[in-house]
């Protein structure tokens, strides 16, 4: 059975089921005491660990001071983290290693700086390397690795905006609608379609006659505005991408992985890539020609090119699959 390390209160999981089991504890005298209380009297076999001797006789009795150099010895959670890489764990999984922001049993924590932990993380990194380590939920590595100051995670929750990635992924395929005006001709297809659905600029408006909406992407400022108003007056769930940070709206409208400067349409494409669908496919994208929100004729020169790119650039351009008349541009691609 694998192990579970906990810090600091996490102990009290073990009593609501939310905790399997647990196999070692680190954290602060205060909780620690506690630790030692709920253990005796529950008859867990948990091992406690602490940071140093603290010369407290319900400690010296139950606990194990950590082995790991005192130089990696800080916070609880680094200093878990440093002890099992000293100990030679081969695979160490992190769920709940937020690096700042609110926390389960600390009131107000969101309010505290905490850029030391990012400082630490780096050290950590530098002297033993991450390749055993797997953050659940948003990956750190790349944040850590990077030469973006520490204190970046801070400037946004400390101001109650969100510093952690979503797991915006809800299926393995994906359906993207263009807007040109081919599409009308699969109203079948649509709605018998049963991964996600993702729309280019106005195409929220349709949603009472779509299956769902899950995504909603545009280079188009005031659009995108206007989708964020229809979700909120609609209480809907889709998501929001722009190519840019919009004002005041930055905490609930994503940005895109890579714009490029590129188009809606392509734009949207690459960023099923990046995030690795499995089934991407494409109904609409006309490269030019009538346009279901547009009076005009749209010239498809700047999306062939982009298209084109898309191909060059991503192994994983099989994925992609064409509704419809396959481009012939692409065929060599």
């Known amino acids: 059975e694998d192990e579970i390390w906990a810090c600091n209160r996490a102990f009290l999981e073990l009593a609501t089921g939310d905790l399997p089991h647990l196999d070692r504890l680190l954290g602060d005298v205060s909780a620690l005491k506690l630790a030692c209380e709920y253990k005796q009297k529950n008859n867990e076999t948990f091992d406690i660990y602490v940071k140093k001797d603290f010369h407290i006789p319900m400690l010296d009795s139950n606990a194990t001071v950590v082995t790991v150099p005192s130089m990696y010895v800080k916070d609880s959670g680094t200093t878990f983290v440093a002890q099992a890489l000293y100990e030679k764990y081969n695979e160490i999984v992190l769920i709940g290693f937020d690096l700042g922001g609110p926390d389960i049993y600390i009131k107000n924590h969101e309010l505290k700086n905490k ?155 690459q960023q099923a890539l990046i995030e690795k669908y499995d089934d991407i496919q494409l109904l609409g994208f006309d490269f030019g020609g009538p346009d279901i929100y547009q009076d005009h004729l749209l010239y498809g020169g700047n999306f062939i090119n982009q298209f084109k790119l898309i191909y060059k650039m991503y192994p994983n351009k099989v994925n992609i699959h064409f509704v419809g008349k396959h481009p012939g541009f692409l065929k060599n691609l």
């Open 115 to 269: 850029k030391t932990w990012i400082s630490r993380w780096k050290k950590i990194a530098k002297d033993f390397g991450l390749d055993r380590i797997t953050f659940m939920g948003t990956d750190h590595k790349k944040f850590i690795l990077s030469g973006i100051p520490s204190s970046q995670y801070v400037k946004k929750y400390i101001k109650g905006k969100e510093h952690l990635d979503k797991i915006l992924k809800r299926e393995d395929s994906v359906l993207i609608l263009g807007n040109g005006t081919s599409r009308l001709d699969y109203k079948d297809y649509i709605q018998n379609w049963k991964g996600e659905i993702w729309v280019i600029t106005r195409g929220y408006e349709e949603y009472n006659e779509l299956p769902r909406i899950d995504r909603v992407g545009s280079v188009h400022t005031s659009a995108l505005i206007k989708a964020y108003l229809y979700k909120i007056q609609n209480n809907l769930d889709y998501h929001i991408f722009s190519s840019k940070i919009i004002g005041k709206h930055e905490s609930l409208i994503h940005v895109f992985d890579n714009t490029q400067g590129w188009a809606s349409g392509p734009l949207m494409v």
